[in-house]
């Protein structure tokens, strides 16, 4: 009931028209919003030709930067002549940030993911501003003071200036704790150098799950993309459970951006496709977006503190 209410249900025929119109008008908004942000990103290239800009860098994002100019049309680039195209994928923004020493290519990439979207064509500021503007009139029109209010209408906190108490609360209480965790964090990963691995092994210990090649190879999207199957260590003969796709690296405009799951067969005792089994067990797919490895360098496997989040 509530759920039906907050979507406007109970509005009379002429607020309910206009309740319709802004969810269709704001839905307009969010598309040209996330079209703006994907069109600028891809709109932006850097171009280095001064192989001391390059200080610094791995030598992956060296190589990817050089096969980012080939694929602009700079046939001869190298990886050690140059010259290398920046873009603003996550992986090389990150990559200048931490390690480049040049100044002047920090703050050219960093200026540039700041103004994402900021400017024409893709200037999305006169669409925030309208999408503010429609939230504030729709939670009106349902009786709420704001927008934020209305989205605390189905949530447990009392009220907006409850919610802002206890962020300002929390943050100073909860800083300290949260550095010397990332640090600690920090320091295992540097020491380990195989995340996935570990990671597996994580897995076993802790829920009894063993994550190995699959037996039986399937067909995936990408060459990239690799398939394990799940064994339950607990029960008789260590049983395969379920199978999945790992998906980790970035692939540009093909894959959208983020992480997340997509179940592909569910378990079913009923549609099992193997008379010898009693259940057909599920499939999914982890879908991630890490730097993509462009070659074997000192360190294989390692991914920074923010990577390990999801």
């Known amino acids: ?7 406007g249900v109970a509005l009379n025929d002429t607020d309910k028209a206009t309740f319709n119109a802004i969810h269709v008008k704001l839905k307009e908004l969010s598309n040209r919003f996330d079209s703006n942000v994907l069109d600028s990103t891809n709109a932006f290239s850097y171009l280095v030709h001064d192989k001391a800009e390059m200080d610094g860098l791995p030598d992956a994002i060296v190589a990817l930067t050089a096969n980012n100019a080939v694929a602009a049309g700079h046939d001869l680039a190298t990886a050690t002549q140059g010259p290398w195209k920046f873009t603003l994928d996550w992986s090389l923004y990150w990559a200048v940030q931490r390690y480049a020493t040049s100044r002047r290519l920090r703050e050219t990439i960093y200026l540039a993911n ?29 009786g709420f003071e704001s927008y934020a209010a209305l989205g605390l209408e189905d949530k447990m906190a009392p009220s907006v200036s409850a919610v802002q108490d206890l962020i300002d609360g929390m943050r100073n209480k909860f800083r300290p704790l949260g550095e010397a965790e990332v640090a600690d964090v920090s320091a295992y990963a540097a020491s380990q150098g195989a995340v996935l691995d570990g990671l597996f092994e ?24 690799q398939y394990y199957q799940i064994r339950a260590l607990d029960q008789p003969g260590t049983p395969v459970i379920s199978q999945f796709y790992l998906d980790l690296y970035e692939r540009g ?3 959208k951006a983020g ?20 259940v057909r067990i599920p499939v999914f797919a982890l879908m991630f977006n890490f730097a993509t490895p462009v070659s074997v360098v000192s360190r294989p496997g390692i991914e920074a503190c923010r990577s390990i989040h999801s």
Do not use: C, Y
């Open 114 to 142: 700041q103004a994402i979207a900021s400017a024409a064509p893709f200037d999305n500021a006169p669409i925030m501003q309208q999408m503010i503007q429609l939230r504030r009139d729709r939670a009106q029109l349902l």
């Open 1 to 7: 009931i509530l759920d039906a209410t907050l979507n």
């Open 253 to 255: 405009d093909e894959k």
């Open 202 to 225: 994580f897995v076993a210990r802790l829920f009894g799950l063993r994550i190995e090649a699959a037996d039986t190879p399937q067909e995936t999207w990408h060459p990239d993309v």
């Open 259 to 278: 992480a997340w799951i997509e179940v592909m067969v569910g378990r079913s005792s009923v549609l099992r496709t193997d008379d010898k089994a009693h």
